[in-house]
């Protein structure tokens, strides 16, 4: 039973590039969390989705940023046009339906360097 | 402070020695977790204490969590070089999907 799965594990943008970052639930998981972590910091929260609908999307910058999880497929979380201020480190973390968000699992990140 | 505050922010020990660290935070919460990660890696959960639990223990690690002064400790018992990493507390804050992290306390063990 593979845990959740997020790809690329490093990532590589030029300033004003997008970035899609990809998180695949841990299997039987239909709820999935985004968190960022700064550098030398802890990770903040950044939304909250299930299948086909975005729940709390109060920790997502208002702009450049968007998130989606179809009914097929991954998570994905979007940055258009990036800055440096986007380099971090992108976690996505999964529950069931009848779980807890906060007592979800981790993936390893997505690490995001923009140059 | 914000939510999930550790305390030392660094700490250096010697292998075999124990290591404490603290964690305050400022609202009611339903759990508690501690987490390890390792320099440029990804988060390992280690234990989650639940808000009517005192005492937690997991192999060489200790939790303690007081809800009257909303603070909770983690301690590792003889430590090892692989425990060099940064040590983060997680809240819920009442929340059953958020969690709220510490910037954490980066913990050095030394050979």
């Known amino acids: 039973n593979a845990g959740v799965m997020q790809n690329p594990r490093h990532l590589v943008r030029r300033r004003g590039q997008e970035a899609r970052l990809r998180c695949s639930p841990m299997?039987?998981?239909?709820?999935v969390y985004w968190y960022r972590q700064l550098p030398e910091e802890g990770l903040k929260f950044m939304v909250y989705l299930q299948k086909e609908n975005i729940i709390d999307e109060s920790g997502m910058p208002k702009e450049r940023f968007s998130a989606e999880f179809p009914k097929e497929g991954p998570s994905i979380l979007r940055i258009q046009q990036v800055v440096r201020g986007d380099s971090a480190a992108y976690f996505c973390a999964s529950s069931p339906p009848d779980g807890r968000g906060t007592e979800a699992f981790f993936g390893q990140g997505t690490r995001l360097t923009v140059v | 402070s914000q939510q999930g505050e550790e305390d030392p922010q660094a700490l250096s020990i010697q292998e075999g020695e124990n290591a404490t660290m603290n964690c305050s935070y400022k609202t009611s919460i339903n759990n508690l977790q501690w987490y390890r990660q390792n320099s440029g890696r990804g988060l390992v959960h280690l234990i989650l204490i639940r808000s009517n639990e005192r005492e937690k223990h997991s192999g060489r690690l200790r939790v303690t969590l007081d809800t009257s002064k909303k603070s909770s400790s983690l301690l590792i018992t003889a430590s090892r070089a692989a425990d060099t990493a940064s040590y983060f507390c997680?809240?819920?804050?009442?929340?059953?999907?958020?969690?709220?992290f510490g910037k954490g306390t980066l913990l050095t063990v030394n050979p």
């Open positions: 997680a809240t819920d804050e009442g929340s059953n999907y958020k969690l709220t």
């Open positions: 299997k039987g998981h239909s709820h």
